[in-house]
């Protein structure tokens, strides 16, 4: 039997040197390719407000939302470590708040971790989930629930005031008690100081090479979601194309009567002569 991965195997993968590769899964289906391809971790992003639900950005997304989501990717991926990612709302108000909503995670979303986005401001809600024994990812650099006050989706670190903000919330986030920390699009060589301060595993998304694994949105990485390729994206396949060329071969086969053929059908067991026999009482 496949033993589950914990927060230990992926301590040992940053000891021993082996890259951690981690992508988003919001359902069953995905999730279980994603662990049939040895994939180390699965977030179940907030990004299902865009993947999934079709809202222009993560906020709107619930915790109920990401409850039911982190459910189906559970059950997709038994194996596999998986983060929930906390939406907006669910922490920002209380130390309270944000431990209550992450025990839900772990309760009944069947969750190995949680994440939340944010550095020094949010230090006291890393250190007051960690209290209660929650594997913790924090979240800086480029922090989406919070683009408003960024002025939008904009890479940071990118002056020297910048990243060394980037630096401080870095180190933050890891003096509360964070397991891991993700660094969301800033320039790899503010990552690699990051991921030399820091002894956590440091993962990047948008964030260049130098740390410890990279994490992606599967919808993204397979040529998915149609609306945006953000410009740190490499594009392991093309699968819209191919899903829009079935759907609409499926329909034109529909209207031409091509399907379905007889391989497609049910049969009667037995003769038929006794069906159309009964089928006659019908037409009295
Ligand atoms: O929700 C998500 O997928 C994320 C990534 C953008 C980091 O938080």
Redesign the pocket.
Known sequence: MAKKKSILDIYKMKQNGEKISWI?SYDAPIASFAEQAGMDMI?V???MGMVVFGFEG?NPVTMDMCISHCQAVRRGAPNTFIVG?MPFGSYQISDEDAAANAIRFIKEGGVDAI?LEGGKSMASRIAAIRNCGIVVCG?IGLT?QSSGVLGGHKAQGRTVESARAVIEDALAVEAAGANMI?V?AVPPEVTAKIHELLSIPVLS?GAGAPCDGQ?T?FADTIGMFQSFTPKFIKKYADIAPVIIDAFAQYSKEIKEGVFPSDEHCYHVIGDIAPFEEMFKEFDK
Do not use: A, Q, R
Request: proline letters at 7%.
């Open positions: 988003t977030l992003g907030d990004s993560t990612d994440k979240h989406p993700l969301e998304i994490l949105i």
